[in-house]
């Protein structure tokens, strides 16, 4: 719950009945919004995600490319001690965005037909997982050494730069996995208490 | 018989809420137009998450190329559309103009800093020789500067430096991990720090709640938190009384009589496209440096106010460009924090120049740094941290919390008069209205300051023990840094300049124009709180006239 959706309920209760029943009411919002407020003191809990992505179904990629999209950006960003891609439904977003490039940005669409023709044809999805991490290693080889070329490193760079975004902006990659505290109501704001940082 | 204002006010951003508080507050009755739509923080600014919006903040593909930079999924609606507003530029001089035409202005997702100009900018050209002082030194615009600072609350640490006055302060607000190792750092080099100086309230002041550390500042404050027309300024002016409010208002020209006085102006209505003409005894333009310029061109043949013949002319920004970002190894893996809640920095003022001899760094003038760090809400390097897999993921997250960046807060830019703006003789806007051709560019002094800016900014850097990631200098063109100012400015002389030190217009005496237009010089400060000072001594100079019948 907001502050906002607290002062609404203060507010709805404010218009409901008049007598009795509108101050039994008018204070259970109220107790509600003072247990909301010291909540927001300890920093405000992330709202889940409106999205029910889980039970999205793909519009732009076929049932095969969007297999190949989820096998591809879940060896990006697999799951281990901590959820990945998948759990972030990152392909699923990555197929709303690109469907909805249609209006506006026609060209994004081409970037990753071509994407999806490079992966068809190097027979990715038929891939093992050991043979998807080096297939991967040898077309992200200009990432680490700029003066080498790979035909499939654009492709690469397409999907890697897109699942990245798609992943940290999630709910899932943002607070489930890189725990970022901010974005919350505060009393004060917690500055440094560390010593050894102001003898740097 | 159309109703007769005692004063219009064009534009309702920081200057045109300051004056229709203070003109308001003292009996007049006024005018507020505003070229675009109404706005309430409570109603139309939220918390927004990334994942809660249908493209995580980037918008549809493509949309927002119409808006102006800066413009995101959160904010565009506060953002002006450049399709319907167009400006030109020649094509190999760039110029970056981001505008809002929103009840409030660029106040509603403004920066917050709040710096006070020293007598090193008024008086620069007696120090170096170069270009023009102001009209005014620093003990005249001193008490407004208190006045303005009293009223929105200006969260700041008393530092006693020579280039940077302090004023009327609320508590600072405290630094995260990453700026108090920056801050150690410029102690050992000898640069001055102090926390930045912004708008935002460290506790309950003038009926506004404090800030509540949600770091969403530049999509609107939804509590009133940090300083904006519609938080601050228009509320007590709405109570007067005294106030029409006109949003959705385009003016187009200011309207003079035979005896060369404003009389009003004439404006459309931006849905109906109906044209309005409204009278008052006094016209304020407060529609930005560069759109008030533009309404004094096109109400005159030659410029309306422009005996000079210096409209246009002396268009500054501030110099800004890429920053010096990498990592602080001692927060690799540290726990996260709520680094990114207060949205601020640590700020260093100008260092260079400032000793009675100048020059001596191969330019003249100089500039401003911030800092900071920590656990943002978007890790800005994963996209171009090589790798993938769990060996990629777990090198984001020891990152993230050690990410920081030294940038260029503003050099100042020479006001050189080639710099200009005129009307386009073939483009207009949606409403028909010539658009401004703009042509500006850097010149040596400008490039020679950038360039110390990034070899200090990387010493700072490495000072605080940071390891240099992205490490490219790149001048950003004219415009980016939104401190556009000058194209009208003021002076002594109404033959080289447009305004009084009042910013009464030398030509039309019932004619004020606030803003960053009557800058002579663009110092490496903020400039907006400048520009609310200046607007608040405008604005009892018009009173001073009008109670002596003057404007009758």
Known sequence: MTRRDASWAILRAASAAGGQAFFSRWLQAAQAAAAAMHTHSEGSPPPPDPHDWAAYKPQFFSAADFHTLDLFTSTLIPTDDTPGAREACVSQFIDFVVNAAAEYAPAVQEEWRRAMDYLRGQDFASMTEEQRVSFLERISAPERHPSQHDPGFTHYRLIKQMTVHAFYTSRVGLVDVLEYKGFAYLTAFPGCDHPEHHQV | ?552
């Open chain 2, 1 to 552: 018989m159309p109703q007769k204002f005692d004063v219009i006010i064009v534009g309702s951003g920081a200057c045109g809420g300051w004056a229709a508080m203070a003109l308001t507050q003292s009996g007049f009755k006024v005018a507020l137009l505003e070229a675009g739509s109404h706005i309430e923080p409570y109603r139309d600014f939220h918390h927004q998450w990334p994942y809660q919006l249908p493209f995580r903040g980037s918008g549809q593909p493509g949309f927002l190329r119409r808006y102006c930079r800066g413009a995101t999924e959160y904010n565009y609606r506060l953002m002006i559309d450049d399709v319907e507003n167009p400006y030109t530029t020649p094509h190999d001089k760039p110029f970056s103009w981001s505008r809002s035409r929103v009840l409030g202005g660029r106040t509603l997702h403004w920066s917050r800093a709040c710096d006070r100009l020293s007598d090193l900018e008024f008086k620069a050209a007696s120090r170096d020789g170069y270009g023009d002082n102001w009209p005014i030194s620093y003990t005249d615009i001193a008490p407004y500067y208190d006045r303005v600072e009293r009223f929105i609350g200006v969260s700041a640490a008393r530092a006693n430096f020579l280039q940077f006055p302090d004023g009327v302060f609320l508590p600072p607000m405290p630094l995260n991990c990453a700026e108090t190792m920056f801050a150690s750092a410029a102690g050992r080099l000898g640069l001055p720090a102090t926390p930045r100086r912004v708008a935002q309230l460290t506790h309950m002041w003038n009926n506004r709640p404090p800030c509540h550390y949600c770091g969403n500042c530049v999509n609107g404050c939804d509590v009133g938190a940090m300083f904006s027309t519609v938080s601050t300024t228009l509320p007590p002016a709405l109570k007067t009384g005294n106030v029409t409010l006109l949003c959705d208002s385009i003016v187009s020209h200011v309207l003079v009589n035979r005896e060369n006085r404003a009389c009003g102006v004439r404006y459309i209505e931006r849905y109906t496209n109906r044209t309005i003409e409204l009278a008052a005894n006094v016209v304020v333009l407060a529609g930005s440096s560069l759109e008030n310029t533009r309404l004094l061109l096109n109400s005159a043949k030659g410029g309306l106010a422009n005996s000079s013949g210096i409209l246009g002319h002396y268009l500054m920004d501030q110099i800004g460009g890429a920053a010096v970002s990498g990592f602080l190894p001692v927060l690799k893996g540290a726990a996260i924090r709520n680094d990114d809640g207060k949205s601020s920095g640590l700020y260093f003022p100008n260092f260079t120049n400032i000793a009675p001899q100048t020059g001596s760094r191969g330019f003249i003038r100089g500039y401003a740094m911030s800092a900071t760090g920590g656990a943002a809400q978007f890790p800005a390097f994963a996209p171009d941290l090589p790798g993938f897999g769990s060996s990629y993921k777990k090198q984001v997250k020891t990152l993230y919390p050690a990410f920081a960046r030294v940038w260029l807060s503003g050099g100042e830019m020479l006001s050189r008069k080639e710099n200009f703006v005129a009307l386009d003789p073939e483009v207009r806007d949606k409403w028909g209205i010539p658009v401004l051709k703009i042509t500006c560019s850097h010149c040596d002094n400008d490039r020679k300051l950038y360039a110390d800016f990034f070899t200090r900014a990387q010493e700072l850097f490495r000072a605080a023990g940071g390891e240099i990631v992205d490490a490219k200098p790149y001048l950003s063109p004219p415009g980016s840094l939104i401190h556009e100012v000058g194209t009208c400015r003021m002076g002594e002389d109404p033959k080289t300049s447009v305004l009084n030190s009042f910013c009464q217009t030398h030509d039309v005496p019932n004619l004020f124009v606030f803003g960053g237009g009557c800058f002579v010089t663009t110092g490496d400060k903020h400039p907006t709180l400048t520009m609310m000072a200046l607007s608040a001594r405008g604005c009892d100079r018009l009173t001073d006239l009008a109670k002596k019948g003057e404007f009758a």
